[in-house]
């Protein structure tokens, strides 16, 4: 019987970690595999790219962890969301969340195959240089961004960048800030995280100043 991937650790998703909304409702999983057939093809696609200190955070407490770093038998998490985390050696931090499926080792299985499509994507020629993996960088492995506007000419300055506008007016911003979110969604973009939140902090600070 196949296990997890040797050097893998099992850690506890604090409610911040995850990157934007979590999701409210959850698909039956299209996958017809065994828990070791999804052991084996991550641990085929964390070698690949040799992949340094993975990790799987799932919402389960410490204590329903081993300390080998693995989920006990009977572990049950509160939601299916998993983030996989590791170190690409050329790439640096990179984290891919998913939280579609209703199990999360069907969620676990889908970013062990997402892992597969973008390692075919270089070999393949498509790109070079490990490009297809740099919008999954770890947010704190990026170059220095302001992801708080301190003020609200600031706030409209990134809901103007991102909904695609020269700028917003001093009429109604809503408009502008649902399709800078639209664009900026992780589920339906290819904007990064931290754009995303960059966005969710602009809005914080409209709402304070009571544009929104």
């Known amino acids: 019987m196949y296990g997890w991937p040797t050097g893998l650790r099992f850690r506890p998703l604090?409610?911040?970690?995850?990157?934007?909304?979590r999701a409210m409702t959850y698909k039956q999983s299209?996958?017809?595999?065994?828990l070791g057939s999804t052991q084996e093809l991550l641990d085929r696609e964390l070698r690949?790219?040799?992949?340094?200190d993975p990790v799987i955070q799932i919402e389960l407490s410490e204590s329903q962890i081993r300390l080998d770093g693995l989920p006990r038998a009977d572990a049950r998490p509160a939601r299916p969301g998993v983030i996989i985390a590791f170190t690409?050696?050329?790439?640096?931090?990179?984290?891919?969340?998913?939280e579609r499926f209703r199990g999360w080792q069907d969620n676990v299985r889908a970013i062990a195959l997402g892992l597969e499509a973008l390692r075919k994507v270089e070999r393949y020629g498509i790109t070079t240089d490990h490009q297809q993996y740099r919008g999954w960088r770890a947010i704190e492995y990026r170059s220095a961004?302001?992801?708080?506007?301190?003020?609200?000419d600031e706030a409209l300055a990134?809901?103007?960048?991102?909904?695609?506008v020269d700028s917003v007016g001093k009429g109604p911003v809503g408009p502008f800030v649902r399709a800078a979110q639209r664009a900026t969604h992780p589920d339906t973009s290819d904007f990064t995280t931290e754009d995303?939140?960059?966005?969710?902090?602009?809005v914080t600070v409209l709402r304070k100043a009571g544009r929104l």
């Open 158 to 164: 990134v809901i103007a960048k991102y909904a695609n």
């Open 145 to 152: 961004t302001p992801v708080t506007p301190v003020d609200v």
């Open 88 to 98: 690409h050696p050329q790439v640096g931090p990179l984290r891919y969340p998913c």
């Open 30 to 34: 299209p996958f017809d595999a065994t």
């Open 48 to 52: 690949m790219v040799r992949a340094a």
């Open 196 to 202: 995303f939140e960059q966005v969710q902090a602009a």
């Open 14 to 21: 604090a409610p911040n970690d995850w990157p934007g909304p």
